[in-house]
């Protein structure tokens, strides 16, 4: 199972990895976004896959989850959130004010590069 | 104790002259001297204790951690060069009120000499050597400004900030010197590092710390070949040159050797490096003086000459040379700023400097012209005068010397060259200006300056001539003085007067006189000697060279930065690669001992779905909303991957932040072309597959690698303190509203600030709205489709109601203040979907900006609340409560905190997502809508 759960992970990885290189700016947005699933799920894998166990306080129960990568990525997910909605307005905000979602700066040489 | 006083009036003088205005003249120079003056008075009332052997201290704590005491000594040393920064100060601030033209302001050039004096004097003042170093750059700034003072000349502005560049960077030579001594004797104070001389010199790092701090000073006192700043800092007005570069700031240089005297000198390396630097300067300056035509360019490379010879005379390995190198600086001082002050009157009277334009000045000036020649005649070194003295001091040392073993007879006789060529100068500047016939053709017609202006040369030549006659009289006191506390030990038998019989010195002064009258006569076949060199401008060569510096450093930042974020990003990515990919190869092998847990055909399945989905986003990226339908078909499987993994409330976060994401990029893409254009190459595609794949690789097995290893969690902390510490039974819950607070209430800043600019970068933006989708469908037509629109509005006080019950339940069960936030402004943007923003605006006319902050203002609060109580920050307190009706009820102060989280989710997310729908709209962002709803 945990080995599954790392091929998981690193598909996921590389899959928002690929993205967050291309040249427009939704790819990469969503890139980073996929990027962030799997760093999530890295950092839940800190406290060891439990299954079946508690996630609260009961009398007669030894079997918890660890709550404390839990609580760290909840905040994480949000953040996140925060992270794709910021930098896919900036991509709004850039292509309404030069025409082009381009995430390369116009004057650089890979640019040109990418255009042929 | 008044020390600090004589540093602080200065100070406090730069302010005076700002108060009054460039009118009042008068008011203004007298004003202005009015400080210094005092710090003058206080300084004279402490000179015969200082005299009598008393060092006075006065010290204050100011960085102990670097070290760093406001403190301040005077000293026989400190004593000679206040009295020089004072006195003559005084006569510059005379000097200056008549030499400034109309146009000039004098408020500001007092107010930059009031705080050049102030740098100056806390340099000689200072107990502690980095206390030297602040007031050493501090002189470099205001110097800076005072050279620059006619910034609109551009002259001006270039020698000034050459000026600054090569004294400023031997200012961080010699800071990094501090450094290494400070280290070598464990103090910055002045006293322990003057008598902790063995300690120094035993030390391998005097080496490097008498370089460092040998190169701050021949910088500052423009010793070869850093002499170059010295002659184009000429362009400051001649009242900043008579004190900055006579008097004051070149003689920091040879101060700092005086000063460091006791601890740094006496060894062979202090005495090769001192010696022959000074030599070489002076010898090379005083024949470059002789060539000049601006007469401001004689006296400053003769300026820099002397430096050397005093820069020599402290080399040199014998007491009495320092003596004479201590008197020299006083007798310099007098003797250049009066020369300098004449170049001034002639410059102000004539309208120029060029010696080959004046002639015959004696008649229209004969005042200056006498004075001139008196002080030109003590730079020569003609009996009588004190620069006679000084200089025999000087011969009659080199003589001493045992320098260069058996070539120690180059000492003297290169002496002799230097003097021979300063009496050439001295006479060449005397004669072609103040002799001959009178010139005809200047800019103005030469007439005597105003008296004031000529006072203050007139007392320094007095000087001159009185110290020259009585010197045992007038300065032998504050040479034992300044003498003790630069050699550290009792007087030398000096004897300071005119004859000392006939001698070797004294031969060599005549043959110094008779050389220089010698080549004076026959300088025209020098000037055509050095007409075969090529010109070459310093200032031209330095700024040719910072150029160069500039353009290497532009073309080095734009090959690293070429505005590629493709490029940033594999960078990025290779390091990353290798910094983590190194870790793994140090590993035995990848699996740890753990047990691995079985696997079912539901979790095959389950990864096998979001493995092709996240494969798929990628794969499919070009086309773009399928890109993001696989995107979310991602999220949702990780959602689910939490509740299988015993995180539910995870699993719940992460399924409405995924509604919120899919809605959120939906609404982007509406904007944003539908398709990405096929643009990267093939090779690019199998660079980016390769490293995608590398890294994923990576992280595969770091992860498998962390999780087939035994872990010890801190988490046993947290599960046994949860209920009895905080009140509740969810502990994910109560690790962020109370055991880790602080995070939290950071993190719903951070989202709060993001909502925030969000909201500003949608301010006015105008984008293109297609009215088709990519295959050139026109949009459906029926945009609030009837159904969605009353299920959603039957919907909202449901999800509004399950909202608050996630809320409330949070503490001990899953859910809380994150959950119950997503849940509410999710149901209200389903609101703005079904109906529209028109028709949610009449009914939500309120900005959720203000919910944001009070959210983060509530948490803050209550935060803060637990301070009155006397508890650290975010403490939180909790209690049962029986309610009639309800019962028991469990309130904690962690709740108000969460519902400051659950506000600011509901603002930030509503600020990002219903802003983001006006923009199709009418109530799109702008300043005219927020006065309107505001």
């Not at chain 2, 020569?380 to 045992?402: D, H, Q, R, Y």
């Not at chain 2, 110290?467 to 003790?484: N, Q, T």
Request: hydrophobic fraction near 50%; include cysteine.
């Amino acid at each position: 199972m945990e080995a599954l759960y790392a091929t998981v992970t690193g598909f996921l990885a590389a899959s928002g990895l690929y993205l967050a290189l291309r040249g427009r700016t939704f790819p990469v947005v969503v890139g980073l976004t996929l990027l962030s699933y799997a760093v999530n799920l890295f950092l839940f894998s800190t406290g060891g896959l439990t299954t079946n166990g508690a996630a609260v306080i009961r009398d007669g129960v030894n079997d918890y989850a660890d709550p404390l990568p839990q609580a760290l990525v909840l905040t994480a997910i949000v953040i996140g959130f925060a992270m794709t909605a910021f930098s896919v307005i900036l991509a709004m905000r850039v292509r309404g004010d030069q025409g082009s979602d381009q995430v390369n700066d116009q004057r650089g040489e890979e640019s040109k590069e990418d255009k042929s | 104790m008044s020390l600090p006083l004589i540093v602080l009036l200065p100070l406090l003088g730069s302010l005076v002259p700002l108060l009054s205005s460039n009118r009042q003249r008068n008011l203004n120079a007298w004003s202005t001297a009015l400080l210094p003056a005092i710090a003058l008075g206080i300084v004279i009332a402490h000179a015969p204790g200082v005299v009598a052997g008393e060092v006075y201290h006065s010290s204050m704590s100011w960085v102990p951690q670097l070290g760093l005491d406001l403190a301040f000594r005077l000293d026989g040393l400190s004593l000679l060069f206040l009295l020089l920064i004072l006195g003559i100060g005084l006569l510059i601030i005379l000097y200056a009120r008549y030499y400034l033209a109309p146009e000039d302001s004098m408020p500001r050039f007092y107010a930059y000499l009031m705080l050049f004096m102030t740098s100056m004097i806390g340099i000689v003042m200072a107990d502690n050597l980095l206390l030297l170093w602040v007031f050493w750059e501090l002189t470099s700034l205001s110097s800076f400004l005072l050279i620059g003072y006619w910034y609109q000349q551009s002259e001006a502005r270039r020698g000034a900030r050459m000026a600054l560049a090569v004294t400023g960077m031997g200012g961080l030579a010699m800071l990094a010197g501090f450094l290494l001594i400070g280290h070598i004797v464990g103090t910055y104070d002045m006293q322990t590092v003057l008598d902790s001389r063995d300690l120094i010199q035993a030390d391998p790092r005097y080496l490097p710390a008498l370089l460092l701090v040998l190169l701050g000073a021949f910088t500052k006192s423009a010793q070869f070949p850093f002499h170059f700043w010295l002659p184009h800092a000429m362009a400051a007005p001649t009242p900043v040159s008579a004190f900055l570069h006579s008097a004051t700031m070149v003689k920091a240089g040879v101060f700092l050797l005086a000063r460091l005297h006791p601890a740094l000198a006496g060894s062979q390396l202090w005495l090769y490096i001192v010696t022959l630097t000074g030599l070489v300067t002076m010898i090379y300056a005083a024949y470059f003086a002789l060539l000049k035509y601006d007469l401001k360019g004689v006296l400053a490379f003769s300026t820099v000459s002397h430096l050397g010879l005093i820069t020599m005379l402290f080399g040199l390995d014998s007491k009495l040379a320092v003596v004479a190198g201590l008197f020299h600086i006083i007798n310099h001082a007098t003797f250049k700023a009066a020369l300098f002050m004449s170049s001034g009157i002639i410059d102000h009277e004539t309208g120029t400097r060029d010696i080959r334009k004046l002639s015959g000045l004696r008649r229209s000036m004969p005042m200056t012209a006498a004075l001139a020649g008196l002080a030109a005649a003590s730079m020569a070194g003609v009996p009588l005068l004190n620069g006679f003295i000084s200089k025999e001091m000087m011969l009659t040392e080199t003589l001493e010397s045992g320098l260069l073993g058996g070539l120690a007879w180059l000492i003297p006789v290169l002496a002799t060259l230097g003097s021979v060529l300063s009496v050439a100068y001295s006479l060449r500047l005397i004669r072609n200006v103040f002799f001959g016939p009178e010139a005809k053709e200047l800019p103005k017609t030469p007439h005597e300056a105003p008296f004031p202006m000529r006072l203050p040369m007139l007392i320094l030549v007095g000087l001159c001539i009185v110290i020259g006659l009585i010197p045992a009289v007038i300065v032998s006191g504050l040479l034992d003085a300044a003498a003790r506390a630069t050699i550290l030990a009792p007087r030398p038998e000096l004897q300071l007067s005119i004859w000392h019989g006939f001698n070797l010195p004294l031969l060599m002064s005549a043959i110094a006189l008779a050389g220089g009258v010698g080549i004076y006569t026959v300088r025209r076949n020098l000037f055509n000697f050095q007409r075969q060199f090529p010109q070459r401008n310093a200032l031209m060569i330095f700024e040719h060279s910072v150029r160069r510096l500039l353009q290497w450093t532009q073309v080095t930042i734009d090959r690293l930065e070429n505005g590629s974020l493709q490029r940033y990003m594999l960078w990025l990515i290779v390091a990353v690669l290798f910094l983590t990919g190194s870790g793994l190869l140090d590993l035995d092998q990848l699996q740890g001992s753990r047990q691995p847990q079985p696997l079912d055909g539901l979790l095959l399945a389950g990864a096998g779905i979001t493995i092709l989905a996240g494969l798929g986003t990628a794969i499919l990226h070009r086309r773009r909303l399928v890109s993001l339908m696989m995107l979310s078909v991602v999220g949702l499987m990780v959602s689910l991957a939490f509740a299988r993994f015993s995180a539910p409330d995870l699993a719940l976060t992460q399924l409405a932040v995924e509604v919120v994401t899919v809605i959120l990029l939906m609404l982007a893409l509406f904007f944003l072309p539908q398709r990405t254009p096929k643009e990267s190459s093939g090779a690019r595609v199998v660079r980016d597959v390769l490293l995608a794949a590398g890294f994923g690789g990576v992280v595969a097995s770091l992860n498998y690698a962390l999780l087939t290893r035994p872990m010890d969690s801190i988490s046993g902390f947290f599960l046994d303190n949860s209920v009895s510490g905080g009140g509740g039974h969810n502990v994910v819950n109560v690790i962020l509203v109370d055991f880790r607070g602080f995070d939290t209430l950071g993190e719903i800043t951070v989202l709060c600030i993001a909502a925030i600019g969000i909201y500003k970068l949608l301010n006015r933006l105008r984008l293109f709205m297609p009215s088709s989708d990519s295959e050139g469908r026109p949009w459906s037509r029926d945009l609030h489709p009837m159904l969605l629109a009353t299920v959603s509005q039957s919907l909202l006080p449901l999800a509004l109601l399950v909202s608050v019950f996630i809320f409330l339940r949070g503490h001990n069960e899953p859910g809380g203040g994150f959950i119950a936030g997503l849940v509410t402004a999710v149901a209200l943007i389903l609101l703005y979907i079904a109906r529209g923003v028109d028709w949610a605006q009449q009914r939500l006319s309120f900005q959720y900006q203000p919910i944001a902050v009070t959210g983060v203002a509530i948490a803050t609060l209550t935060g803060l609340g637990s301070w009155l109580f006397g508890h650290n920050f975010l403490t939180s307190a909790f209690g049962h409560f029986s309610i009639p009706y309800i019962g028991e009820i469990e309130l904690a102060t962690a709740m108000l905190f969460d519902l400051g989280v659950y506000l600011t989710v509901v603002g930030a997310t509503l600020m990002i997502l219903a802003n983001l729908g006006k923009l199709t709209t009418r109530h799109r962002p702008s300043k005219e809508n927020e006065k309107e709803t505001v």
